[in-house]
């Protein structure tokens, strides 16, 4: 949702860390406007996504949002890929919505038209996505980071929900994420007051795992996505299901899915070589059946 919060609207962006060369068109996707989308890791089984609206702060227009998506739906659709990275730049993950996109938008278009309602596609992927945030995560760049499986933060990374500041609230999953991951209380706090926490108060708070040197964490957030994507597909799609569904589920209907998806896997290829392989002491070759 729209949170470009105050300070942040005069930071300025001179041009991302990844030079001229680094990122290859996805061969099997489209042109992109507002991304940059390649392939990653020793095996290319990495998706990689990076915000590309530098001097905008990697802000989150419709457009962007709507590459995003696509760029999704071509990894997901890719038997190659195991898992996906999204990242945005150094100064910026993503500051925010785009403020004057939504500035003269009325109640009736917003409402009749589901204003945000597709922004959601990211935490519907089958696939692992890991978030590797550098900057300001703010509003809109907050959810989209929370969307994802697992964020890994750069040690100068922000996190924040000030939409308040914007007279509004958050629209994209800002208080039902950000109250999931951190509690109750942290959530208020930062939803009612606008104010930022550091990566490592993020961390200490559980809403990221890990927190590396601001060069590190990209090529983190990839190394992680190569461990697994190493694993059989369909059984981490099942594995990222049961995960899920604890923040959705009481925890007895928890269990009855975890069990469900338990029994699952001994229909399975992979669940049949992964214990065979393991009782013969030797590497496991998944074929994601």
Same mark, same amino acid.
């Given at each position: ?7 942040? /609207?005069?930071? @300025? ?78 100064? =910026?993950?993503? @500051? ?6 939504? %500035? ?11 204003? /945000? ?14 978030? @590797? ?11 989209? @980071? ?6 890994? =933060? ?6 924040? %929900? ?12 800002? !208080? ?46 990839? !190394? ?66």
């Amino acid at each position: 949702m729209a949170a470009l919060c105050r300070g942040v /609207l005069r930071v @300025a962006v001179h041009g991302c860390r990844y030079g001229p060369g680094m990122f290859r068109e996805f061969s099997s996707g489209p042109s992109y406007q507002y991304i940059l989308v390649e392939r990653r890791g020793q095996s290319q089984n990495v998706g990689f996504i990076q915000l590309n609206r530098p001097k905008a702060l990697n802000a989150l227009c419709d457009g962007l949002m709507t590459e995003i998506n696509q760029a999704l739906d071509s990894f997901e659709l890719d038997p190659q890929i195991g898992a996906i990275v999204i990242t945005g730049g150094e100064k =910026a993950f993503a @500051a925010g919505a785009d403020i004057k996109e939504m %500035q003269n938008r009325t109640f009736q278009e917003c409402y009749g038209g589901s204003f /945000l309602s597709h922004w959601n596609r990211v935490s519907t992927v089958k696939k692992p996505v890991i978030a @590797a945030v550098n900057g300001f995560a703010l509003g809109g760049g907050c959810e989209l @980071a929370m969307m994802c499986d697992i964020i890994y =933060a750069g040690e100068k990374a922000q996190f924040g %929900q000030p939409e308040i500041l914007l007279g509004t609230i958050p629209g994209a999953g800002g !208080t039902q994420r950000l109250t999931r991951a951190v509690g109750k209380s942290m959530a208020m706090e930062m939803v009612l007051t606008g104010d930022r926490i550091s990566a490592q108060e993020a961390k200490a708070a559980g809403l990221v795992s890990k927190v590396y040197p601001v060069d590190k964490v990209v090529d983190e957030a990839v !190394t992680c996505g190569e461990k697994i994507a190493k694993n059989s597909k369909l059984i981490v799609s099942m594995a990222k299901e049961a995960v899920n569904g604890a923040f959705e589920l009481s925890l007895s209907e928890g269990n009855r899915l975890e069990k469900r998806l338990f029994h699952s896997t001994f229909a399975t290829d992979d669940r049949k070589e992964g214990m065979t392989a393991f009782v013969e002491k030797r590497k496991a070759n998944f074929v994601d059946q």
